[in-house]
């Protein structure tokens, strides 16, 4: 059974945070590597994440799919990739989103580095998140305010070199241009676990996925924006497109 359990009054965070991406981080265009990368963060309040299983289950139920199966965007027909984010463009939730366009960045070179893109690409969502949940909780929610963050377990990527970066980035603030809110963002609650374990993954997966699918065109040459337009309900404002790169502040332009 999924381990998606409510929380306690008062106790531990106040948000569930579930982050999983689309695309990939390399450079190698035309021989597979994709132009977009796209990383995204559901955002749910812990004492209704039960609410996430009862989606899922609904929607496994709708498609006739096996219970405990995991839903895998990519995996779905067109037409049960509708019913899907339709159900949550419905929901108690908000995706935060950033999409990078790698062909946009000026120095490519400083962004193959092992990591590198994806912790770069995390800060700017971690930091879009933390202003969400600073700015929509109240002193009547359980917990302490602050938000678990689990990610989509990779199979090549270190947590504990996550955890060590944001716990670097923290130390730095207000030494550089770090805008996170750490009474939301603490880096001892990042964790990673598979797509069976959290249904708020599998939400994740579907979000990320529907917007690649918005801006990375096909082997023909096409994009598929309907998912995307479907969910603006729960996506809203809340992300950026990251157009470049650079040495200096990145161009951020919020839609």
């Known amino acids: 059974?999924?381990?998606?359990?409510?929380?306690?009054?008062?106790?531990?965070?106040?948000?569930?945070?579930?982050?999983d991406e689309s695309g990939d981080e390399g450079f190698r265009f035309g021989s597979g590597s994709s132009e977009w990368f796209v990383?995204?963060?559901v955002v749910i309040?812990?004492?209704?994440?039960?609410?996430?299983?009862?989606?899922?289950?609904?929607?496994?139920?709708?498609?006739g799919r096996p219970d405990r199966k995991p839903l895998h965007f990519r995996d779905?027909?067109?037409?049960?990739?509708?019913?899907?984010?339709?159900?949550?463009?419905?929901?108690?939730?908000?995706?935060?989103?950033?999409l990078v366009h790698k062909?946009?960045?000026?120095e490519p070179e400083k962004f193959q580095e092992r990591y590198h893109l994806y912790f770069y690409a995390t800060r700017y969502l971690l930091e879009r998140v933390s202003w969400y949940c600073r700015d929509h909780r109240t002193p009547h929610d359980p917990g302490d305010g602050s938000?678990?963050?689990?990610?989509?377990?990779?199979s090549s990527m270190s947590y504990d070199e996550m955890r060590d970066y944001f716990s670097c980035l923290q130390a730095r603030t207000g030494l550089f241009d770090i805008r996170i809110d750490w009474s939301v963002i603490k880096p001892e609650q990042i964790e990673a676990?598979?797509?069976g374990k959290y249904m708020g993954l599998q939400i994740a997966d579907a979000v990320a996925s529907s917007l690649f699918y918005a801006v990375q065109p096909s082997q023909y040459g096409y994009t598929e924006d309907r998912y995307a337009r479907i969910?603006?309900?729960?996506?809203?404002?809340?992300?950026?497109?990251?157009?470049?790169?650079n040495s200096g502040r990145e161009r951020l332009k919020t839609e």
Not at 103 to 106: F, G, L, T, V
């Open 103 to 106: 062909p946009s960045i000026k």
């Open 76 to 98: 779905l027909r067109h037409e049960h990739r509708l019913p899907f984010v339709d159900r949550i463009s419905k929901a108690n939730l908000r995706a935060v989103n950033v």
């Open 193 to 195: 676990a598979t797509s």
């Open 45 to 63: 309040r812990r004492a209704f994440e039960l609410d996430t299983v009862k989606l899922v289950d609904d929607v496994r139920s709708l498609l």
């Open 1 to 19: 059974m999924a381990d998606d359990r409510q929380n306690p009054q008062g106790v531990g965070p106040t948000f569930a945070v579930y982050v």
């Open 231 to 245: 969910l603006l309900t729960v996506t809203g404002v809340a992300g950026a497109w990251v157009t470049g790169l």
């Open 147 to 154: 938000a678990r963050i689990v990610f989509s377990n990779r």
């Open 39 to 41: 990383l995204s963060a």
